[in-house]
T-cell receptor, first 120, second 113 residues
């Protein structure tokens, strides 16, 4: 168990709908990262938050958005869902995540168990 | 941005043999390189990592080597066991800007008993 929790574990919804995925980082971790993993694919980085602020953006669609709350948990919102959005969504957390080169020793990421999203 | 390439995409070895997975990266400023093991339907789990100021790191049957000049790093698994069968991902942490990770496309390792 990595200490990172994600809810729900499974989510089945219809095209056009909106869902919210939730992630709680390990105690003490300030950064949360979101990744999408489609069937038999690699991990696509979506977005990173550090202590409540957006820090880095990857291949995140405009229909997707995220935020990190004062208690450091994060939510990923997916709207106008399409069949192709069906995937495993992972969040990961790390202690650091600020400017590269600062506190390099704290940048190990630990992954949550994932949320499997099925869009029908 | 960074680009991480991983080879091979699939690897089949006999139990007891060694397995080597290779990754190359493009950004010379990348400074941290973790390896993850992912079993079917489960989370990626960190198995070993190496920082740019180190050339090699070993943990029991697993080792990682880093060649900064050539911009490649490799995962070595010795005395493979059936439970090593999984998908392995390499990653590179960007040395520019904020903490951003780039993942390889994964290697499916099959260890035959």
């Amino acid at each position: 168990d990595s200490g990172v929790t994600q809810t729900p574990k499974h989510l089945i919804t219809a095209t056009g709908q909106r869902v919210t995925l939730r992630c709680s980082p390990r105690s003490g971790d300030l950064s949360v990262y979101w990744y999408q993993q489609s069937l038999d694919q690699g991990l696509q980085f979506l977005i990173q938050y550090y202590n409540g602020e957006e820090r880095a953006k990857g291949n995140i669609l405009e229909r997707f958005s995220a935020q990190q709350f004062p208690d450091l948990h994060s939510e990923l919102n997916l709207s106008s869902l399409e069949l192709g959005d069906s995937a495993l969504y992972f969040c990961a957390s790390s202690v650091g995540g600020g400017l590269a080169g600062v506190r390099v020793y704290t940048d190990t990421q630990y992954f949550g168990p994932g949320t499997r999203l099925t869009v029908l | 941005g960074e680009n991480v390439e991983q080879h091979p995409s699939t690897l089949s070895v006999q139990e007891g043999d060694s397995a080597v997975i290779k990754c190359t990266y493009s950004d010379s400023a990348s400074n941290y390189f973790p390896w993850y093991k992912q079993e079917l339907g489960k989370r990626p789990q960190l198995i070993i990592d190496i920082r740019s100021n180190v050339g090699e790191k070993k943990d029991q049957r697993i080792a990682v080597t880093l060649n900064k000049t050539a911009k490649h790093f490799s995962l070595h698994i010795t005395e493979t066991q059936p439970e090593d069968s999984a998908v392995y991902f390499c990653a590179a942490r960007s040395g520019r800007g904020f903490n951003k990770f780039y993942f390889g496309s994964g290697t499916k390792l099959n260890v035959k008993p």
